[in-house]
């Protein structure tokens, strides 16, 4: 009876461990969709080139499915897809180098993004109002991340949601 108690917790432990490491539990859901993998890079081709992480860097691919669009209002570089900042427990704020979709050849492209909305006026500038369309409902964001970061989140509008 006793060894099989002591079986039991140690069992019960090794499970409790295992399921904690090896950072979030995937998928999240955010507002583009379920997060569904991240991947650390030291190079990743897009459709604009190579994007490579330096000597003390490294690549964040982060890769979402389930929408086919982003509405958004305001300025595409401040509102849009690089509004999704990764954020480290110093507070630093890391915005996407590069944003698009996955292409079957294994690049991330940007090419066959559609905006479809118009410009309005807001606080005396012509901003855009509208939504961003992508080819299918998969996008992915690339980050340049110092290597030595850490308890890096995925910012999300009001929310974060912890990615390592």
């Known amino acids: 009876m006793t060894t099989r108690l002591i079986l039991l917790t140690v ?10 490491a090896g ?18 890079k030291t190079s990743i081709q897009t459709s604009d080139g190579n994007i490579d992480a330096k000597t003390d860097e490294l690549l964040y691919l982060l890769s979402f499915e389930g929408k086919k669009e982003l509405a958004f ?14 954020i480290d427990s110093k507070g630093t704020s890391y915005g996407p180098v ?5 292409t079957g050849e294994g690049v991330i492209s940007d090419k066959d993004w559609k ?4 410009l309005t006026g807001r606080d005396g500038k012509w901003v855009f109002s509208g939504t961003l369309e992508f080819p299918a409902p998969k ?11 850490s308890g890096l989140k995925l910012k999300d509008g009001n929310e974060t949601h912890a990615i390592s």
């Open 98 to 102: 590069f944003a698009g979709s996955p």
């Open 73 to 86: 209002e305001g300025n595409a570089e401040a509102d849009g897809p690089k509004a999704f900042r990764l």
């Open 115 to 118: 905006y479809n909305g118009g």
């Open 139 to 149: 996008i992915s964001f690339v980050y340049k991340v110092p290597k030595d970061a």
């Open 11 to 20: 069992t019960a432990a090794v499970l409790v461990l295992t399921s904690c």
């Open 23 to 40: 950072g979030p539990k995937l998928p999240l859901k955010t507002s583009l969709g379920d997060l569904i993998q991240i991947e650390k």
